[in-house]
């Protein structure tokens, strides 16, 4: 079965500051998904890291894959109270749906 | 405008009842999905679909039913059996089971 985890589940950071939300997975996999998730609101996709070292960035977010380590990270930035939501990472197994991650809930305060 | 439709946004039911949840989707994509959200527990996979005519059960499918009749279509039905069906539920959808997967704006049940 494969298992999805995320740390932390709740994370509150002072704007400016940096930060690392980590997402490891228990299986073999070469695809990863982060997606963010406002409050009563449907969920938008990030980043699609599909190969054992990608990295991708998009503002004040980078996404990384190390797909040996079986670990992703999603690194903030010089944090804006914008960023506050809830971040979920997606692990695809072959031939499987995506299985989620709980999800880390973001509050940036000033 | 291509995308994903859920409707209705929110729904009320009374317990005992069945309620047909409606996905539908205009980006010509093969694969279909619902997830249930429940506060703290992240995405939980209910069903989903690779192709029209075909369907298999996620994780949690006891006391959910679903048709895939039309390739745009993948409605979701909440049983009677289904015994906390109070939730947010997501559908889904992607070229394929390998690809990005891309979410509608959800459906917000309630049993009242």
């Known amino acids: 079965e494969l298992k999805v985890e995320q740390n932390p589940l709740f994370l509150s950071m002072q704007e400016g500051k940096n930060y690392t939300i980590y997402c490891n997975y228990s299986?073999?996999?070469?695809?990863l998904y982060w997606y963010r998730q406002d409050p009563g609101k449907s969920l938008e996709s990030l980043f699609v890291l599909l190969s054992n070292g990608a990295v991708k960035q998009e503002g004040r977010l980078m996404a990384s894959l190390d797909t040996k380590a079986r670990l992703s990270t999603l690194h903030i930035t010089a944090a804006v109270h914008d960023l506050s939501a809830t971040y979920f990472c997606a692990v695809e197994v072959s031939g499987y749906a995506l299985n989620f991650g709980k999800g880390t809930s973001l509050l940036v305060t000033p | 405008d291509g995308g994903i439709t859920q409707s209705p946004k929110y729904l009320f039911r009374k317990e005992g009842q069945n309620v047909t949840l409606s996905c539908e989707q205009n980006l010509n994509h093969d694969a279909m999905y619902w997830y249930r959200q429940d506060p703290g527990q992240g995405l939980r996979l209910i069903y989903y679909?690779?192709?029209?005519?075909?369907?298999q059960k996620g994780d949690i499918a006891e006391g959910y039913s679903v048709s895939r009749e039309k390739k745009e279509s993948f409605p979701l039905t909440v049983t009677s059996a289904q015994k906390n069906p109070t939730a947010f539920y997501l559908c889904?959808?992607?070229?394929?089971?390998?690809?990005?997967?891309?979410f509608g704006q959800g459906t917000r049940l309630t049993v009242v």
């Open positions: 889904a959808s992607s070229v394929n089971i390998r690809t990005e997967a891309f």
């Open positions: 299986t073999t996999s070469d695809r």
């Open positions: 679909s690779q192709i029209v005519n075909d369907f």
